[in-house]
């Protein structure tokens, strides 16, 4: 056997571990007959993943199945004590911190709240001695961590993870992974909140077996993620995806990063004077002029630069995630008229538009997961 082929054989046997391990994730509990009719993978092959596994303590049996009159397969699933994923989610002043089973099953969950003043360093020590005791609170179902997933509100450059300024925080530079890395001796997974919320959508929302959607975080700024071909896309450095600080208007107001005009400055809770979507929604349903007519501003300023992002890239879905699920029909219906405004029909038909199932629970979910993928490529 020559070098090249050895090589190509060893990567075939990675990528069917890997895919195995990701539809018996999905599928569980499952028999290795279905296992191997969901991969594509011949029986031989999943017995051989499935026995390597199962002597690494990584999946268990679960009951059986009759799926025939005299017979009956085993089941089977990843354990769930065997180890667990722990999740940090930035958001403007508040952490979300969470602990999960392999399953994303989350056991143990916290905060840590903050001002614009306080020192990143204090914020980050208290997040690492949050995270610790949640850690250990979960110790009955088991001792070992896993990894650690971060899903930060800014702009975070590849190869290093260096966080690029929260403009809502006044954070620049902050080496998170390093500090991470060393306090707990894990992989440390760190990408954008959009991009997470996009996993998040990936394997428990909309984008489910979906090869090329757009996913918008849209909260207290707005923030996005490019699948495209079933990847995420990241461009050159990682900052693929930024569309919270696209000129929509030349005169438009001035955004906390400097500019004019921004998307974020005029379609997301920025727009409402830092309140929360849900608070307007509640006065627009008792009739509030005022509130009805920023939302409905809110909904056409959406729509005109969810055009630019369907004419770039040509989506089958778009999905409206974050804050602004709660606004139903009030953002919705003149987004989709403003749409109807700029984008071609043909184009526009195909192209669905949708908020996420999951409110602003896709970016938790993405990160645990991020941590989980981890186990599937090992
Ligand atoms: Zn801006």
């Given at each position: 056997m020559t070098h090249k082929n050895a090589m190509n054989q060893a990567a075939m046997k990675q990528q069917n571990r890997e895919k195995t391990m990701q539809e018996l994730w999905i599928h569980s509990p499952i028999s290795r007959t279905l296992l191997a009719q969901e991969t594509g993978l011949n029986k031989a092959t999943i017995t051989n993943v499935i026995a390597d596994l199962q002597s690494n303590n990584l999946i268990t049996t679960i009951g059986t199945e009759h799926s025939k009159p005299g017979r009956s397969q085993s089941l089977i699933m990843f354990n769930k004590s065997y180890g667990l994923c722990a999740g940090v989610v930035f958001r403007p002043q508040v952490i979300s911190l969470a602990v999960s089973d392999i399953y994303a099953t989350i056991l143990w969950s916290e905060e840590v709240r903050f001002t614009i003043s306080t020192d990143p360093m204090e914020v980050i020590g208290q997040l690492v001695e949050k995270l610790k005791t949640g850690i250990s609170s979960c110790s009955h179902v088991s001792t070992r961590l896993l990894g650690v997933g971060v899903g930060t509100a800014s702009l975070l450059r590849e190869g290093d993870d260096m966080l690029y300024a929260i403009h809502s925080l006044d954070?620049?530079?902050?080496?998170l992974r390093n500090i991470l890395s060393k306090e707990f001796k894990v992989p440390i997974i760190v990408d954008t909140g959009s991009n997470n919320g996009m996993v998040g959508e990936q394997y428990?929302?909309?984008?489910?077996?979906?090869?090329n959607a757009f996913y918008l975080s849209i909260g207290y700024g707005i923030g996005g993620s490019i699948l495209a071909n079933g990847k995420i896309t990241r461009g050159q450095d990682g900052?693929?995806?930024?569309?919270?600080?696209?000129?929509?208007?030349?005169?438009?107001p001035y955004c906390r990063c400097g500019k004019r005009g921004c998307w974020e400055v005029m379609a997301s809770e920025i727009f409402l004077d830092y309140r929360p979507f849900a608070e307007y929604i509640d006065r627009a349903n008792q009739g509030d002029k005022e509130a009805i007519k920023k939302l409905n501003l809110i909904g056409k300023n959406l729509g005109k630069g969810i055009s630019t992002i369907i004419s770039v890239l040509n989506p089958e879905l778009v999905i409206l995630g974050?804050?602004?699920?709660?606004?139903?029909?009030?953002?919705m219906n003149p987004l989709r008229s403003e749409l109807k405004a700029r984008v071609w029909p043909f184009v526009l038909e195909k192209t669905r538009i949708e908020y996420s199932t999951l409110g602003n629970t896709s970016n938790m979910l993405g990160t645990l997961m991020r941590v989980i993928e981890t186990i599937f490529k090992s």
């Open positions: 954070w620049k530079n902050i080496p428990f929302g909309l984008a489910k077996n979906i090869r900052f693929a995806g930024d569309v919270g600080h696209m000129t929509i208007d030349l005169n438009g974050c804050d602004v699920t709660v606004c139903g029909n009030w953002v």
